[in-house]
C-alpha cells in the first residue's frame, strides 16, 4: 500500500477564497483523522471519522471549516472562507480500529502546507 | 482523555542511551501508552505501544512501571538521524479512536 495520500502538498491562497485538502487513507483502515500543525499551537485534532462517521469535530476551529468522507476510501477538509491565521501544515492520518483491542497505529500522510496571504 | 507531561527538550551524542520520560498521572484503566517520533517536513511516525511492564521492538523500549502513573521512551544508540519530536499519547483508542498529541519532546543528537 502507498500510505495516507494527501493532495496537494502545498496550497497558497488568497484570503477569502475557498481551500481543499483531500485525503486518501490506507485501504481497509476505518478510522480518519484530520490534524494541523503550527509553531504556535503545535498539533491539534481537528475531527475524526469512524466508519466514515464524524465522531468528534469538536476541534474545528470554527464554521468556516467542514470536512467529509463520503465513502472509505476519500476524504476531504475545507476552508471557506480562508485566513491568513489558516496558514498551517494540515495532516490526514487513518488506523484501523480493531475489536476490543485498545491498541491502535495511525498511519500519517505527508501533509499539505496551506499557505493564505 | 489523560494528560501527558514530557520534557520540551534534550540532547544527546551519537552513540548514547536516550531516555525519555512522560509522566501521565491521571491515567485510566483502559489507557494505553503510545509513543510517535516527528521529523520536520514530515507527519509522526509510530514507534511503539504499551499497556504495562516492558515492551521492546527493534527501534526502541517501552518501561511502564507498575502505577503506571508514567512511561519511558529507551532509544539505544542513538544516531543523528534519531534527531526529532517524540510525542507520548495515552488513552483508549478503542473508544473513537481519539489520539491527542500533546507538545512533544525535541530530540537534538549531536556528532
Known amino acids: 500500500d502507498a500510505g495516507v495520500i494527501q493532495s496537494p502538498r502545498h496550497e497558497v491562497t488568497e484570503m477569502g477564497q475557498e481551500v481543499t485538502l483531500r485525503c486518501k487513507p490506507i485501504?481497509?483502515?476505518?478510522?480518519l483523522f484530520w490534524y494541523r500543525q503550527t509553531m504556535m499551537r503545535g498539533l491539534e485534532l481537528l475531527i475524526y471519522?469512524?466508519?466514515?462517521?464524524?465522531?468528534?469535530d469538536s476541534g474545528m476551529p470554527e464554521d468556516r471549516f467542514s470536512a467529509k468522507m463520503p465513502n472509505a476510501s476519500f476524504s476531504t477538509l475545507k476552508i471557506q472562507p480562508s485566513e491568513p491565521r489558516d496558514s498551517a501544515v494540515y495532516f490526514c492520518a487513518s488506523s484501523l480500529k480493531q475489536g476490543a483491542d485498545g491498541g491502535t497505529e495511525a498511519f500519517f500522510g505527508q501533509g499539505t502546507r496551506l499557505t493564505v496571504v | 482523555l489523560a494528560k501527558t507531561t514530557q520534557p520540551i527538550s534534550m540532547d544527546s551524542y551519537e552513540g548514547q542511551e536516550v531516555n525519555i520520560t512522560c509522566s501521565h498521572n491521571n491515567i485510566a484503566t483502559n489507557d494505553y501508552i503510545t509513543w510517535y517520533q516527528q521529523f520536520p517536513s514530515q507527519g509522526p511516525r509510530f514507534i511503539i505501544q504499551?499497556?504495562?511492564t516492558k515492551v521492546t521492538n527493534e527501534v526502541a523500549s517501552l518501561f511502564i512501571p507498575a502505577d503506571r502513573k508514567s512511561s519511558t521512551l529507551s532509544l539505544p544508540r542513538v544516531s543523528l538521524s534519531d534527531t526529532a519530536v517524540y510525542y507520548c499519547l495515552v488513552g483508549f483508542y478503542n473508544q473513537g479512536g481519539k489520539l491527542i498529541f500533546g507538545q512533544g519532546t525535541e530530540l537534538s543528537v549531536k556528532p
Open positions: 504499551g499497556y504495562k
Open positions: 471519522f469512524n466508519n466514515n462517521v464524524p465522531i468528534d
Open positions: 485501504s481497509g483502515h476505518n478510522s
